[in-house]
C-alpha cells in the first residue's frame, strides 16, 4: 500500500553537496561535516588513542579537504577521500609521537 503523506526531506548526496560546496555554498560542506565527523573521530581515536588529537586530526582533516576539494575527482565516494585524509594525517602524527601525555621529557637541572 502506498502513502500519499509527504515524506521526510532526505539529504543530498556526497557529489551534490560537493558540487554545492565548489560554487561556495558553506551550508553543504557543514552538511559533509556533519554527517561524516563521528566516524572519523572514531577511527582517529583508533589511531592515537587519545580524543583531544583525534578532534583536532578530524578538525585539521576536513579543513585540509575543504582546501583540495577542487582536486576531488570523485572516482572514489567523498567518504573514502576524506578517510584516507583522515587516516594519513592520525598516523603521521602517531609517527611523530606528538600526543597529549605521550612521550614524557625530563629536563635535569645543572647548576
Known amino acids: ?43 582517529s581515536i583508533d589511531i592515537l588513542k587519545s580524543r583531544e588529537d583525534a578532534e583536532d586530526v578530524v578538525q585539521e582533516s576536513f579543513v585540509k579537504a575543504f582546501l583540495s576539494l577542487k582536486n576531488f575527482k570523485g572516482e572514489s565516494s567523498f567518504y573514502t577521500w576524506l578517510y584516507r585524509i583522515t587516516f594519513n594525517m592520525a598516523i603521521d602524527l602517531r609517527r611523530r609521537g606528538v600526543r597529549r601525555g605521550g612521550n614524557h621529557v625530563e629536563f635535569k637541572e645543572t647548576w
Request: proline share 7%; glycine share 2%.
Open 1 to 43: 500500500m502506498r502513502s500519499d503523506k509527504p515524506r521526510a526531506e532526505q539529504s543530498p548526496p556526497d557529489q551534490e553537496l560537493v558540487k554545492k560546496t565548489l560554487k561556495g555554498d558553506r551550508d553543504a560542506y557543514r552538511t559533509l561535516v556533519e554527517r561524516y565527523q563521528s566516524r572519523l573521530l572514531a577511527v
